[in-house]
């Protein structure tokens, strides 16, 4: 608490800004603009640019893709066992194809936020960046 008040930096847990996408330096601004899908092209409080370099989210391709195994592989068990063990494979196909579809948007926001905070070694949390820009120093 001490330590705290001496440095006055506030710290940002990593799961609440994951969920709500915030900018993986400063875990303060929005990495999305509200309500889309679309990315800010830098962060409005650290100034950090998302796409780091032409490419970047490349990786979160991969991402998305592993998304993808694991609800195809979620939606077909499911739907196994909802179903008694139904036979008909176009069950399973239009269950997982529209489970997939509708859960498209939400990998790749996800798989870029994964990407920025678990996948790229160079970006880490700083937390002295998370303070109000209006805030002044006593
Ligand atoms: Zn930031």
């Not at 603009?33 to 490419?55: D, I």
């Not at 991402?63 to 066992?81: D, K, P, Q, W």
Request: net charge positive; proline share 7%; glycine share 8%.
């Amino acid at each position: 608490m001490a330590h705290q008040q001496l440095t006055n930096e506030p710290h940002i847990a990593a799961f609440p800004a994951m969920l709500k996408g915030k900018c993986a330096r400063c875990r303060k601004g929005n990495m999305f603009k509200p309500g889309s899908n679309k990315m800010y092209e830098k962060c409005a409080h650290c100034g950090l640019t998302f796409e780091r370099q032409p490419g970047y989210f490349y990786t979160a391709m991969y991402v998305t893709y592993a998304f993808n195994v694991a609800e195809i592989i979620t939606l077909g068990v499911a739907t196994y066992v909802l179903s008694n063990g139904s036979e008909n494979p176009w069950l399973y196909l239009g269950i997982i194809l529209v489970g997939v579809l509708l859960l498209g948007p939400l990998n790749y926001r996800y798989s870029r936020i994964i990407q920025m905070y678990w996948l790229d070694p160079t970006l880490k949390y700083q937390p002295e960046l998370s303070k109000d820009i209006e805030q002044e120093p006593l």
